[in-house]
């Protein structure tokens, strides 16, 4: 369960830093909006990769 739901969220969390990667670009004149999305990139890649090494740990012990 834990595991299917896993993936959904990773998907998700991958959208959301395009969306940020897009808006980066977006904003490049805007020196505090670049700080503000930069520092939501951090939180929202920091999370992906709890996410994804979760996932690594629930696939284990399903294969192995």
């Known amino acids: 369960r ?3 739901q896993m993936e959904e969220k990773i998907i998700a969390l991958e959208a ?6 897009e808006e980066l670009v977006a904003s490049s004149s805007d020196y505090l909006r670049l700080q503000e999305l930069s520092a939501l990139q ?3 890649t920091e999370e992906l990769e709890q996410k994804m090494k979760r996932w690594a740990e629930l ?3 399903i294969v192995g």
């Open 16 to 21: 959301e830093l395009k969306l940020l990667e």
């Open 42 to 44: 951090e939180k929202v």
């Open 2 to 4: 834990e595991f299917d």
């Open 59 to 61: 696939e284990g012990r």
